[in-house]
């Protein structure tokens, strides 16, 4: 939220300034990347803009994330002793699906919500590491969930089609897994 009231205020100001200022505009504040993350300012707000978006339906978002992956990994589905043998007909209205989706997508919007605090980032994400790590998933999956969670952001968001959009998710949810992939080393190391 703060990113966004910096950006908005940032643009603002460079309007008023071309408007004050008999029509010079005023160059934009470099696009230097967060040492921690990698994103941009720009790149950050538009992950934090277009999450806002997905928030409203967090729900349904995070159960068609889970059927597409468990469409496009069927395996995947075993992992889940509560819904394992579910028939997928049945998976959409399955209130143990809705559970763990909604659990992954608040700690996503954690972890949108948290681009701007490195620390209490990096330690959101060594603990899902940690926990995935001691259910032994393998990080090949998590490259599968990308693709997916990118394919589900395309079509539900457009993000396709802005020039930082496909980028900006990217480069964010590579941040998450080398994280992620950190804690569930740690666990498989002990």
């Not at 010079?24 to 993350?37: I, W, Y």
């Not at 043998?85 to 399955?94: G, I």
């Not at 763990?100 to 994400?125: F, K, Q, R």
């Not at 603990?127 to 969670?149: A, Q, S, T, W, Y």
Request: aromatic share 8%.
């Amino acid at each position: 939220m703060f990113q966004i009231q910096i950006s908005f205020g940032i643009r603002m100001g460079a309007l008023l300034s071309f408007l004050w200022g008999g029509g010079k505009a005023t160059p934009a504040l470099p696009e230097v990347p967060d040492p921690v993350t990698g994103l941009t300012p720009r790149e950050k707000d538009f992950v934090v803009t277009t999450w806002g978006s997905v928030r409203k339906d967090i729900t349904n978002n995070g159960v068609q994330l889970f059927l597409r992956f468990f469409d496009k990994l069927p395996a995947a589905q075993k992992r889940f002793s509560s819904f394992a043998d579910l028939p997928r007909d049945e998976l959409a209205t399955s209130k143990r699906l809705k559970a763990h989706a909604n659990s992954v997508m608040y700690s996503i919007d954690s972890i949108v919500c948290n681009l701007d605090d490195p620390e209490v980032l990096e330690e959101m994400l060594l603990k899902i590491g940690n926990n995935h790590g001691r259910h032994k998933v393998p990080e090949d999956e998590f490259r599968v969930l990308k693709d997916v969670l990118m394919q589900l952001l395309r079509d539900a968001l457009d993000i396709h089609k802005s020039p930082v959009g496909e980028q900006a998710w990217s480069k964010a949810i590579d941040v998450m897994y080398k994280s992620i992939f950190k804690g569930m080393a740690e666990t498989r190391d002990k």
